[in-house]
């Protein structure tokens, strides 16, 4: 008796023990429901949202293999900044520009210039021709196609200057041009280049007149060269994303659509340094303002108009030709817009009245009467309050760029509109909140970029100096020209080809047509003319 | 049983009250550190990156290297997210609590050291309360020191039934 009850007590005893050890495991079970409860209603929420709808098909990623079939030459028709920087992207960067980023990548770990470069894949090109009209910029282009650290390793084989771009032109040797000089060499370039059966590309504006625009399309259509418009946003991952969620019509219908650039440096409106060396001996001004209009003798104002040219009409055609055609291709590129049938615009010198004579506060308007479109752009040179792009559709609105609020690099949020015919029920019922965002991109979310200057995250907010394939960051810049390339190698179409460069150019000539005669510009498709 | 002692080290005896509002804090704070940890898990977007780029005062130069290292990042976000759901359920459960006591009030006081509100330290990141030189955080990694100094689980908590004898 007293055995069992003995035995009863330590049976007691031990459930006891094992009830006090497993005491709090209820609490988990009741964390678990929880959990259970919150991930079903954010699944139900997540399921009424965009981003189900969305097919996540990723940007192409970068296609290798084509590289490797054909050797190509090229050359560097004006070594400027741009010209620099494609040429970088084709895989040859000066010493000094190696030495000053790896030195930078040393002190500041989030500095990834260097690594981006190297990193490269390389274009298996050469650069043997370069024609700059400035001593310093054509020897620094010798050096970088000397540079023997580059992705790839050491270059095959250095370049040759030429004085003029024709004699660069009647070198038998070299496959592909790029074109970076001012916009107002840009046609007569070109056009010679695919006469002498050179691939191009070039920089945009595509020309600086509508005349030119005519010409370069026709010649390249002629000779069937392969020619590439140097707008790096073709390739930004971003772009694309946009594309397919507009295409799938989650804004619905489309009626206005709002294009902004804010710059508030003198960088940013072109006051750009004038090189210490540059003077009469060591610059050809006469062949460099042999196409423009006005022609001045050399002096210290043909200084600072060889150095800033995107000042002056002579040379370019200002916001137009350098900024809007950015965002005007970005737009033709996710919606297809086209050229449309009439643009006005506006705008005025009200802030750097430095004896410039392009405006630094410029906007046009485009109309696209068969599409019920209307495109607005709005530029500042004098302010950073960065307004970004909108779509606005009836559905939804689309803001891609300059929201660094979601920590985005070239990403772009969606917003339901209150009054959305296609979200009403979900809208109602509160799935759907016009408050938050119903659909965020923001690609590399988990890379940091150090990119720091208030210039280079203009161009990085609008996806210009980064992009991403597959999470990994790439200089769009170095795709465009591979794109270029392995359309060369391919015998297909480049992303920028001629047809939408031509669209851009007429687009652009329209725009700045319409400031400069204060007057509405209708285009005439049939005629292919201006009225 | 309101008489009732518990003891908790050789040296500490509690009464009912002071006992269960320990175990109270204990689970509670598991609860915190586990769903901190499984939200960070579930979530595919989650980076420790926007947090340690955020980083101020002397741990700002080491949150640097490791977002500027891919590799590090990851290993971070793992530790992370892994670490707080593990401490997390200890807690609750009462699963080797003293250590993994140590380990959240590690885990806390990294992330008060990484981003302490100092004077003259600004964050870009909005703070969801008022705070000088204390927080939460703070205060959550002392709470967790208590935790350790005054062990519950060998009495309540699945320590009961690792460190079984002693209480017979």
């Not at chain 1, 945009?204 to 030119?212: A, H, I, M, V």
């Not at chain 2, 926007?50 to 530790?79: H, N, Q, R």
Request: with cysteine; charged share 20%.
């Amino acid at each position: 008796m007293s055995e069992n009850s003995n035995k009863n007590q330590s049976a007691d005893q031990d459930r006891r023990e094992f009830l006090k050890a497993l005491a709090t495991v209820p609490v988990l079970g009741l964390f678990l429901v929880n959990l259970w409860q919150k991930l079903s209603r954010d699944k139900l929420k997540r399921a009424n949202l965009l981003s189900d709808l969305v097919q996540e098909k990723k940007a192409p990623v970068v296609i290798s293999g084509l590289s490797d079939s054909k050797h190509l030459n090229i050359g560097i028709i004006g070594y400027g900044g741009r010209g620099s920087h494609l040429v970088r992207g084709a895989g040859f960067a000066t010493k000094g520009w190696t030495d000053a980023t790896y030195e930078n990548s040393k002190n500041n770990k989030l500095d990834k210039a260097f690594a981006t470069f190297m990193s490269q894949e390389d274009l298996n090109c050469s650069l043997v021709g370069v024609c700059d009209l400035f001593d310093v910029r054509a020897n620094q282009a010798i050096d970088a196609s000397q540079n023997e650290v580059r992705p790839g390793g050491k270059p095959k084989k250095g370049a040759v200057r030429y004085r003029h771009y024709k004699e660069l032109l009647a070198n038998m040797n070299i496959d592909a041009v790029i074109v970076a000089t001012p916009d107002h060499w840009h046609s007569r370039i070109t056009i010679d280049a695919a006469k002498a059966g050179k691939h191009v590309y070039c920089e945009k504006g595509l020309t600086r007149t509508f005349d030119e625009a005519l010409n370069v399309y026709d010649t390249v259509k002629r000779t069937g060269i392969t020619l590439q418009l140097g707008h790096q946003n073709r390739q930004v991952e971003a772009n694309e994303k946009a594309k397919q969620i507009i295409d799938q019509g989650l804004l619905g219908p489309i009626n206005l659509i709002e294009l902004t650039t804010n710059r508030n440096s003198p960088w940013g409106a072109w006051v750009w340094t004038i090189h210490p060396d540059g003077n009469s001996k060591t610059i050809d001004w006469d062949t460099f303002q042999e196409p423009s209009p006005n022609k001045i003798p050399f002096g210290e104002e043909a200084l600072r108009r060889f150095f800033r040219w995107r000042c002056w009409y002579d040379y370019g055609t200002g916001l137009s030709g350098d900024l809007f055609s950015h965002d005007f291709d970005a737009m033709n590129q996710i919606m297809d817009l086209g050229i449309p049938k009439y643009a006005s615009s506006s705008g005025g010198i009200y802030f750097y009245k430095d004896g410039r004579d392009v405006p630094d506060v410029w906007h046009a308007t485009l109309e696209y009467p068969e599409k019920d479109l209307t495109l607005l752009y709005s530029a500042t040179l004098s302010s950073n309050d960065s307004r970004g792009n909108r779509i606005m559709g009836h559905d939804a609105s689309m803001i891609l760029g300059g929201q660094s609020n979601v920590g985005s690099v070239g990403g772009f949020i969606v917003t339901a509109d209150q009054e959305s015919t296609q979200y009403r029920e979900r809208l109602e019922s509160g799935v759907i909140n016009t408050k938050y965002p119903i659909y965020t991109y923001s690609p590399g979310s988990k890379q940091i970029d150090g990119v720091t200057s208030a210039t280079s995250q203009y161009f990085a907010n609008k996806g210009l100096l980064y992009t991403y394939r597959e999470g990994k960051r790439v200089d769009p810049s170095h795709l465009h020209v591979k794109d270029w390339l392995d359309s060369i190698r391919g015998g297909t179409q480049p992303k920028c080809n001629i047809e939408v460069a031509f669209q851009e150019a007429v687009t652009c000539a329209m725009a700045t047509e319409s400031y400069l005669t204060g007057r509405r510009v209708e285009w005439d498709p049939k005629n292919r003319r201006l009225i | 049983m309101t008489d009732q002692k518990h003891i908790l080290t050789p040296g500490i005896v509690v009464n009912n009250l002071q006992f269960y509002g320990l175990v109270a804090l204990r689970v509670l704070i598991g609860w915190h550190i586990l769903y901190e940890g499984i939200a960070k898990l579930i979530n595919p977007y989650w980076s420790s990156a926007a947090y340690l780029l955020d980083s101020k005062w002397i741990f700002s130069g080491w949150a640097e290297s490791i977002v500027s290292d891919p590799t590090l990042l990851t290993i971070s976000d793992y530790v992370n997210m892994w670490g707080l759901t593990l401490v997390g359920l200890c807690l609750v459960l009462g699963l080797y609590s003293r250590h993994a006591a140590i380990g959240g009030m590690v885990f806390i006081l990294l992330y008060y050291l990484f981003a302490p509100p100092l004077l003259g330290l600004e964050y870009s990141r909005p703070g969801e309360g008022s705070y000088l030189i204390v927080n939460k955080n703070l205060i959550e990694a002392c709470a967790l020191f208590v935790l350790y100094t005054f062990p519950t689980s060998h009495l309540i908590g699945l320590d009961r039934l690792l460190s079984k004898p002693a209480s017979k």
